[in-house]
């Protein structure tokens, strides 16, 4: 064990723990010869009424808990797990206290006045047993959560670096990136606005509804009283209604514009980091840099009578109508930062001026148009990933007009193209040397689409790319060639041309990440039944900047612990982040 550590500079708990801990020291043996009486001042219930919980048990779980950065409310089901810790902090494994015991309320409220004394005791304890290669300071039910590519740290060493890093970057974060926003609320109201973001936060991390989750929020943030009525929180803080009609307040445009002023906040406190690790190539982060373009959809089940925002969904969903989004992302190594995002379904919104025909809800050349413009105010763009739902003239006429590379799979509709994948047998050049792909390149390839101020059967050229098939292609039968379009140098007259071709092409697979990122956007989204597409549209403008925040969090707690130039994936996963917000939101009350 290492005694560098002075006695003096120890709390009395501390004192205590270092004469106990060795290599191997777990917890039962510790909580044993620890005396905590000293503190036994502290405890507010000591004169009260009645037969409270016994001092020494809660008080030793509330250390515990502290040590390990474990929710408070989780003890009992925690040392359920643990009888022979239960047993040595003091409590009967059998009859272990009910969860309301260990409310954070409660439990911080019993012991008001020595928590900062048990906080350094948990400090200490964590720090000493660290020296001493014990498994205390490290919660083993909690280890899963962590990747298992530790690049020759052990497992305990980076769980225990991460949580204490990671509470302070979120602490942070909370005010350097969270939106400011200015909610319309009732005159004389106590709350401040920073009270209705907290508790949308909170709902988003806990996947509730308004009410539910105001609820929630206030049980984990309110003092120990039996009538709710009394709660400060519910006497001057927001309910589910009043956070629900502060959403209607505000407009669409109004919820876009706070949305991407967010994403482009966490974005730009991100990038400095990237573009120092950066390859000379721009590979590696691709900050100078890839994007892609996508549309997202949330399913709606309900009644559509005057949902103007409510959309068809596509043939392959599982469900006939959503809520259909568009998202402009880099594409890196497993850091897709969302940098802009809009809502589509409107035709009122649409914006449609300039082309022929009637009115629709949106055309793919003015959102490429939108996205680009969102995401040119702070990122350098040199290639541009669409998803099949950009394929057109007026997209191509776009990226062509502002000298954008791009990439973009054809989809199975486009029927000129259908020729050729049929003939692709005969077409395809390849097969010449041990390690040459079969392709076939048409230069200059030309259609016809509707421009924006443009005729409706406007000519594009590009050049037209199909690859051999492949089993993972979701648009296409594993035996169909995958056709796409792009204005990049491409050819297959020699091998060399078709590897080239092949390599350049097939870098749109990159972007495959982003689909997993829908999932986890989705996860940090809070529920609801509201018919109002503001409300719909502010949950999931909340949830893109959470799904940032994760990354940027990640990101930032990695380059703490010295790991940043190694790790190609999050450390933290999703479900974790959003524990810790969770905590830190809560104490922010």
Not at 277 to 293: C, I, Q, Y
Not at 361 to 376: K, P
């Amino acid at each position: 064990m290492n005694n560098n550590r002075r006695s003096e500079s120890l709390s009395a708990l501390g004192i205590q723990a270092r004469r106990v801990l060795a290599e191997g020291t777990e917890w039962p043996e510790l909580a044993r010869e620890l005396n905590v009486e000293s503190l036994r001042r502290g405890d507010s219930h000591a004169n009260t009424h009645g037969t409270p919980t016994p001092f020494r048990p809660m008080c030793m779980a509330y250390l515990w808990a502290e040590t390990e950065e474990i929710k408070l409310s989780t003890i009992p089901s925690k040392l359920e797990d643990r009888p022979e810790l239960a047993a040595a902090i003091g409590f009967d494994p059998d009859n272990l206290p009910s969860e309301s015991t260990f409310r954070p309320a409660r439990l911080k409220g019993r012991f008001e006045e020595i928590t900062s004394q048990i906080e350094t005791a948990a400090a200490d304890i964590q720090a000493l047993a660290n020296e001493a290669d014990s498994p205390i300071g490290h919660d083993p039910l909690s280890a899963d959560e962590i990747n298992t590519d530790t690049d020759g740290l052990s497992k305990r060493s980076i769980n225990r670096r991460l949580r204490s890093k990671s509470g302070d970057v979120i602490d942070e974060l909370l005010d350097s990136v969270s939106p400011n926003i200015d909610f319309d609320r009732p005159e004389k109201t106590q709350y401040s606005d920073d009270a209705l973001l907290e508790v949308l936060a909170f709902c988003a991390v806990k996947n509730s509804a308004l009410n539910d989750g105001c609820v929630k929020y206030g049980d984990e943030t309110g003092p120990d009283c039996d009538d709710e009525q009394e709660y400060p929180y519910y006497l001057d803080g927001p309910a589910g209604e009043t956070v629900l009609e502060a959403i209607k307040n505000l407009s669409v445009d109004e919820i876009t514009e706070l949305a991407n002023e967010s994403l482009k906040k966490s974005y730009l406190r991100a990038k400095p980091r990237l573009q120092d690790l950066e390859n000379d190539d721009g590979s590696r982060f691709s900050t100078r840099a890839k994007v892609a373009m996508d549309m997202t959809y949330v399913a709606y089940y309900g009644d559509r009578d005057g949902m103007e925002w409510v959309t068809g969904a596509p043939d392959k969903k599982s469900y006939r109508w959503c809520h259909k989004f568009a998202t402009i992302t880099i594409v890196g190594d497993n850091i897709n930062f969302v940098v802009g995002v809009i809502p589509l379904g409107s035709i009122k919104d649409a914006n449609t001026d300039g082309y022929p025909g009637q009115n629709s809800s949106y055309r793919v050349g003015n959102v490429a148009r939108r996205l680009l413009d969102i995401a040119n105010q702070y990122v350098s763009i040199k290639r541009v990933y669409a998803d099949r739902e950009f394929f057109g003239a007026d997209v191509v006429f776009t990226l062509e007009s502002r000298e954008l590379n791009y990439v973009i799979p054809v989809p199975a509709y486009a029927t000129r193209i259908q020729p050729r994948m049929d003939n692709f047998d005969n077409l395809s050049s390849g097969y010449h040397e041990s390690d040459d792909v079969p392709l076939y390149v048409e230069k200059d390839y030309a259609f016809y689409g509707t421009v924006k101020n443009k005729r409706s059967n406007h000519r594009v050229e590009t050049n037209l790319v199909i690859l051999p098939p492949d089993e993972d292609d979701p648009e296409h039968d594993r035996d169909t060639p995958q056709p796409f379009v792009t204005n990049l140098d491409v050819d297959d007259e020699i091998a060399l041309d078709r590897r080239y071709a092949y390599e350049q092409v097939n870098q749109y697979s990159d972007r495959g990440g982003i689909e997993r990122s829908y999932s986890s956007i989705k996860e940090c989204a809070s529920y609801t039944t509201s018919k109002e597409f503001e409300v719909r549209w502010f949950h999931f403008m909340l949830a893109t900047v959470l799904y940032n925040l994760w990354l940027l969090v990640d990101l930032l707690v990695q380059e703490a612990i010295g790991e940043i130039e190694t790790r190609t994936k999050p450390r933290i996963t999703l479900s974790r982040f959003q524990d810790r917000l969770e905590d830190a939101l809560i104490r922010l009350r």
